[in-house]
C-alpha cells in the first residue's frame, strides 16, 4: 500500500490510498476555499453523564447534490470535488463540517470508491482490502492525537438511515472520549470477569458457536453471527476468532480473509428483501477498545452491521420506548434473521 498525504484548498488534510507503489498524487485542489470555522463543542448531560457533541456549523453541510456535483467524485474536467485527482483507489480527508474538531476530537471521511454508482458490496476484494488497510492507518494516527480516547470507523448507507451524500463512504470519528455504548460494554466487561473469572467477549462466542443457531457465517478466522439479544431486524456481529482489542491487532491471515467474509455479508444484506427492492439500508460500525484503557486487551474488536428495514417496504421507526427510554423491541426473533440470511444467495 503507497500512502500519499496532501492538503486541500482550505488547508484540510487529504490522504490517498493506492495499491500501485507507483501511483502519483501530485494534483492541486484549485477551489477558492476559505479556512474551515468549526464551533464543535462537548457538553454533558447531567443526568445520564452522556457526552453530547454541539456542532451548529453542520447545518450548512452538503445534502443529497445531483451526480454531477457530487463533492466525492474524482476532480477531472474540471468537476470541483474534494478529491482533486482525476481517479482514485481510496481516499481520507478532514471533514469540511465535522461534528468534532477544534481540540475536541477529529473527523474524517473515507471514500471507498471513485465510482458514483457503485456501493462496497460491488468492491473487489483487493479493494476491500485497501479499505481494511486505511482503517487500520488511520486508527494508528488519530489515536495518537492528544486527547483521542476512541476511534470509531463506520458506513451509513441509505437515505434511509439520514446519509447527505449518496456516493459509496463511511466516516471515521476520533473521540475526546470513550463512546456511551463502549463505556456499557466496558462495564459488563468487568461485571463479567468478576463474576465467572472469563472474558464476556469470548464466552459469547463461544456460547454463539455452541448453539449454532444464530450463526450466519464462518470461516477459518472470523465468525458472524445474530445477537441473542439484536436490537435490530436485521442486525449481524462479526468477530475475529482470535481476539483482539482493534484493527492494528489483526494478524495478516484474519486482515486477508476480511473481504471476502465482509463482502459476502454485505451482498447477502443486499438480497434479504426481493430483488424488486431498492438497497438495503445498513450501519457497519467496528467497536475498539478505548486507548486510554488500561484493561483493553479484554476487550473485543468486532464489527455491527444492521438494518433499519424489517420487511419489504416496511422500515423500523424508532418508537416511543426506544428513543424515550432505550428500550428496544425487536419484531423479528434472532434465530429467524439468522435462518434468513443463511439461507440468501449472495450471488
Known sequence: MKKTVTTLADGRELIYYDSRDDAVRDAVDPRPLTPVVSRSEIRYDELTGDPVAVASHRQARTYQPPADACPLCPGRDGHESEIPAADYEVVVFENRFPSLSGGVGRCEVVCFTDDHTASFADLTEEQARLVLDAWTDRTAELSALPGV??????????????VTLPHSHGQIYAFPYVTPRTARMRHRLDEHRAATGRNLFDDVVARELADGER??????HWIAFVPYAAHWPYEIHLHPRRRVPDLLALDEAARTEFAQVYLELLRRFDRLFGPDEPPTPYIAAWHQAPFTDARREDFGLHLELFTVRRASGKLKFLAGTESGMGAFMNDVRPEDAARRIREVASK
Do not use: K, P
Open 149 to 162: 480516547e476512541q476511534v470509531y470507523c463506520f458506513e451509513n448507507r441509505g437515505q434511509e438511515i439520514g
Open 215 to 220: 450463526i450466519v457465517l464462518e470461516t477459518e
